[in-house]
């Protein structure tokens, strides 16, 4: 969302409109649970995320657009986030898991962390096809679900949200290497679904 389209939708809020926060919310609601689940994993993500709509809400007056409005919905948001954190005395774990698939080798990626070879294309011209692309999808949701909570988040803020790997690190107080390592590894895992599942047809 732009800067003018902030502006905006900031006078609506200001203005008490319904519909304008219905807007704020379908907009940021996946954003700001993917930075709550990092931190708090799935248990408390929820609880975080909707304490964070509180301080939205009592704090939007004060709203000053120094940084872009989901810059700012997400500090909120990682700030509720540690203090769940320290309500519930619940600790991150970082521990990797296993690909439920096997490994896949990083020569799979380039330095950007992209593809060098894509999983190989399938065509989308029969009912079959789009069955196998619904069910696809189905499969690297579960996959997103099954990953580390960390990992999960930082590839769904990267990939999904857009956000560059120093705004997640400014969020989830984590280095830039290691945000690298989990996006790295996240992405080898999605990877390995996409094959097994144009191997065996299953997830």
Known sequence: MAAADDAELLQRLLAGEQQAFRLLVSTYQGAMRAVAY???????????????????????????????LKTWLLTITANAAKSCLKRNRREVLLDDLPSPHGAIDDDRFGGDGHWLLAPSAWHHDTPEALLTEDELRECLERTLLNLPELQSSVLVLRERQGLELEQICNLLDISLSNARVLVHRARLKVFATVEHFQETGEC
């Open 38 to 68: 990092a931190i708090v994993g799935s248990r408390h993500a929820d609880e975080a995320v909707q304490d964070a709509w509180l301080s939205v809400v009592r704090h939007l007056s004060g709203f000053e657009g120094r940084s872009s």
